[in-house]
């Protein structure tokens, strides 16, 4: 009965720790990465038309990707996201970063397409594009599954539910910590209570024995006194 205790205990200990390291990760954690999916340009920044733009993107605190392909104007440049300068960004978390493409200029600062706040949230369709034109200047599609909800409610219907799920869990972990506990009691007690039966044993046991041989004794006594 004994053993069966112990490994009860054991399997309450397995899971509390399974549940320890379940809750260390209490929610999707956003991390997703941000490709260039087409691009076209409706205008270079060049004086001297025949110097061919070099277009890149960058998010401020970011690295500056050049795109080599994109050299001529009113020309649609595809991609499949595995390119050598991809990704573009990456997101952790909802936050939106700083962004912009622009062209880099030799003998005067960079000249700028445009500059605007790239959101997670931004990609919102399906597919996870998220389509930006500016007239005159370009049109761009970036590309950005993981940015996509898994869930298409609003996120105040989901918010409840995660904390819900997250207080159930914590209820879960107390009453097995409670379990784990009380198994080790009732193991050590268990234990404990042999323990003192064997030794109250052992001590009627010499008692017993004692009794015995002053019996003995008494009745040598008695039997050498009848002789005598
Ligand atoms: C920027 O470039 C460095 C080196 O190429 C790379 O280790 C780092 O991850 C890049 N950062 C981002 C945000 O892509
Ligand atoms: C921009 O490109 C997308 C596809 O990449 C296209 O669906 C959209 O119509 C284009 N917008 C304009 C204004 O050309």
Redesign the pocket.
């Known amino acids: 009965m004994s053993i069966r205790d112990l490994r009860s205990s054991t399997v309450s200990v397995n899971l509390f720790t399974f549940c320890v390291f379940l809750s260390c990760f209490p929610g999707f954690i956003l991390s997703a990465i941000v490709t260039l999916?087409?691009i076209?340009i409706y205008n270079t920044h060049e004086l001297i038309k025949a110097v061919k733009p070099k277009v890149y993107f960058q998010c401020i605190g970011g690295n500056k990707t050049n795109f080599p392909d994109v050299k001529e104007k009113n020309v649609?440049y595809n991609f499949n996201g595995e390119e050598s300068w991809q990704p573009l960004t990456e997101f952790s978390g909802k936050k939106c970063k700083r962004c912009g493409l622009y062209e880099a200029d030799t003998f005067k600062p960079d000249d700028k397409f445009d500059e605007w706040e790239l959101c997670p949230s931004d990609f919102n369709a399906s597919d996870g594009k998220y389509?930006r034109?500016k007239n005159k200047e370009f049109?761009i599609?970036f590309w950005c599954p993981k940015c996509v909800p898994d869930i298409p409610a609003s996120s105040s219907t989901t918010a409840p539910d995660k904390e819900e799920k997250e207080k159930g869990m914590h209820v879960v972990l107390i009453l097995l910590i409670v379990v784990a506990v009380l198994a080790v009691c009732i193991v050590v007690g268990f234990a404990a209570y042999k323990y003192w039966q064997k030794k109250k044993r052992e001590q009627d046991q010499a008692r017993f024995l004692k009794l015995f041989e002053d019996g003995d004794d008494i009745e040598d006594e008695m039997g050498l006194d009848h002789i005598i």
Do not use: A, G, P
């Open positions: 999916d087409s076209v649609r389509v034109f049109n599609t």
